[in-house]
């Protein structure tokens, strides 16, 4: 009988609408939407679901604040379907893919079943999941740290047996639940040029400013390797976002034409979202030679 390494649970449970222990305490094992394979954390430091579709984590809420990761309530739980909020993975290509426009938009890795390697709780109380998928030629691992703060961190290898070079791209699109988007604002980018996407895609230099939203937003921030404060005085919390071997940041909200067109994300949702991506994407695109990794990370508090 397969079984989830150090875990000791049945994959066969995986299916079934029960709630079972794991061997590691406030980690759970249940079903979510339409039976999806669902890990959740429940400890003193903090709650979590994951989803092993996409390695999908849907929700995260340190003890003491309110619920951090946004997610659409119109979300497909489906196969072959991206979850809609969270932390959806973005791998091996951002945005449309390049030569293909068959092919699903943000990659693959956010659509396929992954598979939970191990599973911990450290005498910090933080739980530590590794999940791992085989994508094209990338062996891609992605490491949880779910406490108080939220460390997420993904390996991409290119495996030791293609003979060439690969490019990739990679982004955590993180979700973030905001009280208004018209009251927050973005600090740590105001000296990145970025590409921005809407009217049309056109290079722009830095804005020495803070990012505020009045319209459809979408940007691909170049350069960035500083930490990124979203400042939501509504909810009276800072989120930040503090990350390694990313050098690129990608800030989105759909406004209200796109949000309407998009079907799996409510009309009005927009006013209580953001993404605030940590990203390797466009002229920050990762060439590996065979037998290569890179590493990129983001640690996110709230303050
Ligand atoms: C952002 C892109 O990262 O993701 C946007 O910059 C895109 O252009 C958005 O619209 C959502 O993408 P998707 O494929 O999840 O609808």
């Given at each position: 009988?397969?079984v ?25 094992l ?41 997610l ?19 791998f091996?290509?951002?945005?449309p ?8 938009a ?83 980018l ?45 909810l ?34 927009w ?18 030679q ?14």
């Open positions: 009988m397969r989830y390494p150090r875990c000791g649970i049945p994959l066969k449970l995986q299916r079934r609408s029960v709630v079972v222990k794991t061997s590691v305490p406030g980690l759970l249940d079903s979510g939407p339409n039976g999806m394979s669902r890990f959740r954390v429940q400890t003193e430091l903090a709650s979590a679901e994951l989803f092993l579709h996409g390695a999908h984590l849907a929700a995260w809420q340190p003890a003491d604040h309110r619920p951090v990761l946004w659409s309530g119109n979300s497909w739980f489906e196969a072959g379907k991206p979850i809609r909020g969270g932390v959806p993975i973005c091996p290509w951002f945005g893919h390049p030569q293909d426009s068959a092919l699903p943000h990659g693959t890795a956010r659509l396929q079943e992954w598979q939970l390697q191990t599973a911990s709780s450290g005498p910090d109380g933080v739980i530590r999941l590794l999940l791992q998928s085989m994508i094209g030629s990338f062996i891609v691992r992605y490491e949880l740290g779910i406490g108080r703060e939220l460390h997420l961190q993904l390996t991409c290898e290119l495996s030791a047996t293609v003979t060439q070079a690969e490019r990739f791209e990679a982004a955590l699109h993180t979700y973030f639940a905001v009280s208004d988007i018209l009251a927050v604002q973005i600090t740590g105001e000296n990145a040029g970025f590409m921005n996407k809407v009217p049309q895609l056109e290079r722009c230099e830095p804005t020495g400013e803070a990012i505020r939203f009045s319209e459809e937003t979408d940007r691909v921030y170049q350069n960035t390797p500083d930490t990124v404060v979203l400042h939501d005085p509504g009276q919390r800072k989120i930040s976002v503090s990350k390694q071997g990313s050098l690129s940041t990608v800030i989105w909200n759909p406004w209200i034409d796109k949000s309407r067109r998009m079907p799996d994300f409510g009309d009005d949702e006013t209580g979202m953001v993404c605030i991506e940590t990203a390797c994407v466009g002229d920050h695109a990762i060439v590996l065979p037998g290569q990794s890179h590493q990129m990370s983001a640690t996110i508090c709230v303050s």
